[in-house]
């Protein structure tokens, strides 16, 4: 299947500073990337939606000017956490959407990162 | 809009036995795809099984089979032989279109020795 990398894996910051995290497909191209947070024992909830070549698409409740997404290529999307705290830290999951199957059923699958996990102290 | 939920937050059962999985979706969408995908200790994303609505046949994959009902909403998950690498949260997700995946709450299942 296709390989999503994300870098760092883990990373500590001190509170006030800003953080990237990187997101690439590997083996393919990705028009759309997803961008998830996720705190201990919880699901996965969805922060944005990153489009190559246009802007991000916030979900209602996330403040994008905290959490800015550039998806400048179609195999890397970023996320930066601007002036973080410590209740941002959380475990942060990328995904990149291919089209599969075949028309006139065909679907978007997703495939997802190993995760970064974000402390700030 | 379209929900998922898992009603089950946790679940054990001892290794080689058969385990099923709840889940329940709302949605007033005819065409839709819904998966299970497990989370190990390592928090890596791993699909488990893929479920197409259109199709009635059920989906299986290995010792991972589901009973998708329709007219009910509802897709389990059956794991059976329970390895101990099975242990992992297992999340329920719906998909319709284009859009955004929706997950459900996630159940956490543990396999004992």
């Known amino acids: 299947g296709a390989v999503v990398s994300q870098h760092p894996s883990w990373v500590i910051c001190k509170s006030g500073t800003s953080v990237k995290i990187e997101c690439r497909s590997l083996?393919?191209?990705?028009?759309?990337m997803f961008w998830y947070r996720q705190f201990p024992k919880q699901s996965l909830m969805l922060m944005a939606t990153?489009?190559?070549?246009?802007?991000?698409?916030?979900e209602q409740g996330v403040e994008k000017d905290k959490f800015l997404i550039n998806h400048a290529s179609l195999t890397l999307s970023t996320l930066t956490v601007t002036s973080a705290h410590p209740e941002d830290s959380s475990f942060y999951i990328c995904s990149a959407r291919v089209i599969a199957g075949v028309f006139p059923s065909s679907y978007n699958e997703q495939f997802f990162g190993p995760g970064t996990r974000l402390t700030v102290l | 809009a379209q929900t998922v939920t898992q009603s089950q937050p946790e679940m054990s059962v001892q290794e080689a036995e058969t385990v099923t999985l709840s889940c329940t979706y709302d949605?007033?969408?005819?065409?839709?795809?819904l998966f299970w995908y497990k989370q190990p200790p390592s928090r890596q994303m791993i699909l488990v099984i893929r479920q197409e609505a259109y199709k009635q046949q059920n989906a299986t994959e290995n010792r991972f089979s589901v009973n998708f009902q329709k007219a009910a909403k509802s897709f389990s998950l059956k794991i059976s032989d329970s390895q101990l690498g099975d242990t992992a949260m297992y999340f329920c997700a719906f998909l319709q279109g284009a859009q955004k995946l929706v997950f459900g709450q996630g159940t956490r299942l543990t396999i004992n020795p």
């Open positions: 949605t007033s969408e005819n065409n839709y795809y």
């Open positions: 990153s489009n190559e070549g246009s802007k991000a698409t916030y």
């Open positions: 083996d393919f191209q990705a028009t759309t």
